[in-house]
């Protein structure tokens, strides 16, 4: 019997996010280490498009899972829906990216078939009947070594697989399999779409980020200048830096990160947290403005390529991780930056 | 409404965890309750504030559970319960799971919350777990509650996707696990420290909840210290911040990451 490599494309209402796509690259090494395929498995409708994607990306099979129940995002629909294809095919290894819904349906999907799960692996290896994978513990302090009895479901990390670049005009049979699925226990009544811009957090290339130093201008920005209350103008002061920090972030078509002590300030909103209780991230460059690197930050970007911090503190332990460092205030580093790029024609903003 | 929250112990956020004779330690550093799980704790209680009943709080573990278990209670759960038994040894996520399913069964609440995840681990999946051993519906990372409707007896909640987020009408029992913009935990209360000090937390074995110890199926044979990241910060000055800011683009040019 050949091995069979599921990997399930993650997306909100037919638009896959990045990471999706990296699984591939993980089912590629297992498939070609096996002898078997890669089959991509999309729940959901309206998925055509995403199952051409697959095609292209790499799958050598496609099943389309399709039912009413599958309109909208549930962990037990779409969870349940993997589980009765599983019984169906008897898949070799299941993989998911490791986003929000990527876990869910891991765990909802292992719980059902009795299968060992192995959640935000970096590197994963079959051997002997046997998945071996790495992963960080502890917010990374510490890695490691897992392993499960095939079958068995596997989520990879974001960012630390590449996904596989479409090729053009590459073909695979798709197939659509329609589950057998019970009134759902929760309805959908809509979506709050946030208004963002640039890319995520989770996915961005670079980003921008700040702290509390964000509120410490050498000189009040007028628009708080007629702020008395201290607090209030503190508040006012952040704000506008953080608009400035936007600014940069833009113009580097990056992500606008913060440190949890500016989130509780108030002075951004929560999505915005990076660090080991936000968000975890681990782009190409990470520049930290007025962040002094508290070991809860780190746990949440460390693993960046490159880090920058700008910091008026040279002791400040952010610099122990950092490549580049400017002992220096933000509010002159980051406005100098900006102009910088937008001399050189390198601001895409 | 009855509501069970289950909470795990963990190090310290600010612990030094390292791999000494390959194994994990953390010094002297104090054990917590898991931060994501203080969420998930002020959600209860905010869930019984709201709808009335009363909120317990599970754990799965040895002795050092009761210092999460403690901090519960002084936060406001009205009753604790601790579940250990020598035969669960290294039990994993859905090991956890199954046992947890069974304390549900026991209790039967009509809402299960959890933690987002337990920063020791970082797994993430036993809260999916449990809502699939029960055949409940599972919601994570719930922002907001809304209306219940006694008729239906649902509950109208709010999620994070990374993408929107989206508004559920639930039937209950459901499970759900709490993201940060829920509310910011309360904190213990003189009061509630006095009782949770003075609290008799029962210890429940496999057999009070009439199962056997689950399989593990995941084994973790090894442990290791990530390599040292060697970088050396290199420091840019200058006589400007324009000049500054020169120099790190050429910098960040030659890295390739710009
Ligand atoms: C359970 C728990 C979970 C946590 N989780 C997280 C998390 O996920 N993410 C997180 O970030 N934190 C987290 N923390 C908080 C963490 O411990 C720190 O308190 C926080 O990261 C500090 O944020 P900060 O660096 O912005 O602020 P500070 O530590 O106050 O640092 C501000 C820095 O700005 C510098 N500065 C001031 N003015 C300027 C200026 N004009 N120009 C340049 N630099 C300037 C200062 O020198 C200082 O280094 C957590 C804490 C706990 C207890
Ligand atoms: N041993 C346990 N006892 C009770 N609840 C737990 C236990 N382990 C995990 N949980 C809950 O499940 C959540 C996710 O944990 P995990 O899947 O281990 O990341 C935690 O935040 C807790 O709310």
């Keep these: 019997m050949t091995a ?4 399930v494309v993650d997306h909100f209402q037919g638009q896959a996010p990045g990471a999706a796509w990296e699984p591939f690259t993980a089912a590629r090494q297992v498939a070609s280490a096996l002898a078997g395929e890669v089959v991509a498995v999309i729940p959901g409708t309206d998925t055509e498009a995403l199952a051409q994607e697959a095609a292209a990306r790499g ?27 599983d019984a169906q095919e008897g898949f070799t290894l299941w993989l998911f990216p490791t986003t929000i819904r990527g876990r869910e349906m891991a765990a909802w999907l292992a719980a059902a078939r009795n299968l060992g799960v192995l959640p935000d692996v970096f590197q994963v290896e079959v051997k002997d009947g046997q998945v071996e994978a790495i992963r960080p513990v502890y917010a990374g302090k510490v890695w490691s070594r897992v392993t499960t009895s095939l079958p068995a479901v596997v989520t990879t990390r974001v960012r630390a697989f590449n996904a596989p670049e479409p090729e053009a005009g590459r073909e695979a049979p798709v197939e659509t399999f329609t589950p057998d699925l019970a009134e759902p226990a929760s309805d959908v009544q809509g979506y709050e779409v946030e208004e963002r811009e640039g890319p995520r957090l989770t996915e961005a290339r670079i980003i921008v980020s700040g702290g509390r130093g964000v509120a410490n201008a050498p000189k ?21 830096g953080f608009k400035m920090l936007g600014e940069l972030a833009r113009a580097l078509g990056a992500a606008l990160g913060a440190s949890r002590a500016a989130v509780d300030a108030g002075y951004i909103s929560y999505d915005h947290q990076v660090g080991q209780t936000g968000k975890v991230v681990s782009p190409d460059l990470y520049i930290a403005f007025g962040i002094s690197g508290a070991i809860q930050h780190q746990a949440g970007m460390r693993t960046s390529k490159i880090i920058v911090a700008v910091n008026t503190d040279p002791e400040a332990p952010i610099f122990k991780i950092a490549r580049y460092g400017i002992v220096g205030d933000l509010w002159e580093i980051a406005p100098a930056l900006l102009e910088e790029l937008r001399k050189r024609s390198l601001a895409k903003a | 409404m009855n509501i069970l929250v289950g909470v795990k112990v963990v190090p310290d956020t600010a612990a030094q965890v390292r791999v000494e004779d390959g194994r994990v330690t953390w010094g002297d550093a104090p054990l917590v309750l898991n931060p994501w799980d203080e969420f998930a704790v002020e959600a209860a209680l905010q869930a019984k504030e709201k709808f009335g009943g009363r909120v317990q709080v599970l754990s799965v573990g040895d002795e050092s559970a009761l210092e ?10 009205q009753e604790a319960i601790r579940i250990h038994d020598p035969a669960l040894n290294n039990p ?10 069974a304390a549900v069964q026991k209790l039967q609440p009509d809402l299960v919350i959890f933690g987002r995840q337990a920063i020791d681990g970082d797994t993430a999946l036993t809260p999916a777990a449990v809502a699939r051993f029960l055949g409940w519906p599972f919601v994570g990372l719930v922002t907001a509650f809304g209306d219940f409707d006694q008729a239906s007896g649902t509950l109208t909640v709010t999620r994070n996707l990374e993408e929107a987020k989206q508004v559920l009408r ?3 029992p459901a499970v759900f696990t709490i993201a940060k913009e829920f509310a910011e935990p309360r904190y213990p209360t003189f009061l509630g420290i006095r009782k949770a000090n003075r609290a008799k937390i029962p210890v429940w074995s496999l057999a009070d909840l009439g199962i056997q110890a689950p399989e593990a199926r995941v084994q973790w044979p090894e442990v290791m210290q990530p390599p040292k990241r060697e970088v050396q910060c290199e420091f840019i000055t200058g006589e400007t911040p324009q000049e500054i800011a020169a120099k790190l683009v050429d910098k960040l ?4 990451v710009l």
């Design chain 1, 59 to 85: 799958a050598d099979r496609v099943i389309r899972l399709e039912h009413p129940a599958l309109a909208d995002y549930r962990a037990a629909t779409y969870g349940e829906a993997l589980a009765q294809l």
């Design chain 2, 68 to 77: 999460a278990l403690r901090k519960a209670l002084a936060m406001g759960c």
């Design chain 2, 170 to 172: 639930v039937r209950l």
């Design chain 2, 253 to 256: 040019i030659e890295e390739k």
């Design chain 2, 92 to 101: 994993d996520a859905l090991a956890t799971a199954r046992v947890l399913a």
């Design chain 1, 220 to 240: 009040v920005p007028d628009p708080c200048a007629g702020v008395t209350d201290p607090k209030e103008q503190e508040l006012c002061i952040a704000k506008e």
């Design chain 1, 4 to 7: 069979k490599i599921a990997v």
